[in-house]
């Protein structure tokens, strides 16, 4: 899930199903000058908020992006290439630079007679608009839930060193439906606020041909469809 508010997102202010999810984050998202992409960009411009304290956080996240980023690039040549296309086929024109977002997110400790459920949950389920995201999670604490086919949630328990990679719509959309995009939530009933870094990679155009030929989906320009649907999140704002 991408938001479009840079620095600090106060505890219920982000909106999943018209629910406010508990949890509070740093934003950081893809600079954009004003201007560079018209009236519909403008929810999009602005640089990074930094905080003051501390002062090498700026330097640290700067790096972890470029990281990540690079990372997520040679995620999508392997998608690529699975989908018979060549490496490259989504470092074209528009997926070279990508459109990026980093949230780092903190789920509060659950009271001891607290019973999470989805309605109530620190972020309800749903799925996120890009293409990949990954999700560099606590090693110790179980709160990451996906659903697989059968409509069952299963936990996401975290492996220590590892990122966990959720497949996004605009994925399904370019992939022809190949790639389904991961339904998932986050449920923390323990005793520890948990904490996790999660980036999201946005570029593409490819592959109708493995479907034979057919496109299931209509043709979508990403950045309408991401502000779309962040203001279906924060259109009480």
């Not at 608009?129 to 299963?154: K, P």
Request: aromatic share 8%; charged share 25%.
């Amino acid at each position: 899930m991408i938001v479009l508010s840079r620095g600090y997102q106060k505890l219920g202010e982000n909106v999943t199903k018209e629910k406010r999810d508990m949890h509070e984050a740093v934003n950081c998202l893809t600079p954009i000058a004003p201007g560079k992409y018209g009236d519909l960009g403008k929810t999009l411009e602005g640089d990074n908020l930094w905080p003051e304290y501390p002062s090498n956080l700026k330097v640290v996240l700067e790096n972890y992006i470029s990281l990540v980023k690079d990372l997520s690039r040679k995620i999508m040549r392997g998608i690529a290439l699975a989908l018979g296309g060549p490496a490259d086929a989504f470092e074209r024109g528009i997926a070279g630079d990508p459109y990026w977002a980093l949230r780092l997110v903190s789920y509060p400790v659950s009271s001891s007679d607290e019973k999470r459920t989805d309605d109530t949950g620190m972020m309800g389920s749903h799925t996120d608009y890009g293409l990949v995201t990954l999700v560099n999670q606590d090693d110790d604490i179980c709160a990451l839930e996906v659903q697989n086919r059968s409509g069952v949630w299963i936990r996401a328990n975290p492996i220590p060193e590892t990122f966990l990679c959720n497949i996004g719509d605009m994925l399904q959309v370019w992939s022809n439906g190949i790639y389904q995009p991961t339904v998932h939530r986050v449920i923390n009933s323990s005793h520890q606020r948990r904490v996790s870094a999660v980036f999201f990679y946005e570029p593409v155009e490819l592959c109708v041909e493995k479907t034979g030929g057919v496109a299931k989906y209509d043709k979508v320009v990403y950045g309408e469809r991401l502000v779309r649907k962040a203001f279906c999140c924060f259109g009480h704002l």
